[in-house]
C-alpha cells in the first residue's frame, strides 16, 4: 500500500530533524577551490528578514553571519566560496529544510474571489 501524504510529511520531518543540531541543519560549503566543508546553518524558514535584506543588496557576508551557526563563520571565510558555490550552498540548506527557495506558500490567486456583473 502506498504512503499517504501525511506519511510522507511526517517522514521528511523526521529526517529533517535528524539532520539538525538544536536549531541547526548541516550542508556542505564548496569553496572556491574546490573544497568543501560541512557547516550549521538556520533552516531556509528560519532565515530573517534581515538575511534576506543582505543576500538582495549582495552582501553575502552579512547573509552569512546571519545564517551560519557562529562557529561555522570562521569556515566560510576561510573557504570564500565563488557565486556558484553560495547556490549549491542555498539548493543544499533548501532541500535539507524541505522547502523551495523563491516559492511562496501564500495564497493562491482564483476566480472564486473575483465579482461578476
Same mark, same amino acid.
Given at each position: 500500500m502506498p504512503a499517504t501524504r501525511n506519511q510522507i510529511? =511526517?517522514? %521528511?520531518a523526521q529526517e529533517t530533524e535528524a539532520d539538525t543540531e538544536g536549531e541547526?541543519?548541516?550542508v556542505p560549503l564548496a569553496g572556491y577551490d574546490g573544497?568543501?566543508?560541512?557547516v550549521r546553518v538556520?533552516? =531556509?524558514? %528560519?532565515?530573517?528578514?534581515?538575511a534576506l535584506r543582505a543576500l538582495n543588496r549582495g552582501d553575502i557576508d552579512g547573509f552569512m553571519q546571519?545564517?551560519?551557526?557562529?562557529?561555522?563563520y570562521d569556515i566560510?571565510?576561510?573557504?570564500?566560496?565563488?557565486?556558484?558555490g553560495i547556490g549549491k550552498f542555498a539548493e543544499a540548506v533548501s532541500t535539507a529544510s524541505g522547502e523551495a527557495?523563491?516559492?511562496?506558500?501564500?495564497r493562491?490567486?482564483?476566480?472564486?474571489?473575483t465579482r461578476r456583473s
Open positions: 510529511e =511526517a517522514a %521528511r541547526f541543519l548541516t573544497v568543501s566543508k560541512d538556520l533552516p =531556509a524558514n %528560519r532565515w530573517r528578514a534581515s546571519v545564517v551560519l551557526h557562529e562557529d561555522d566560510f571565510e576561510e573557504l570564500d566560496p565563488d557565486t556558484d527557495l523563491g516559492k511562496s506558500s501564500g493562491s490567486r482564483s476566480g472564486s474571489g
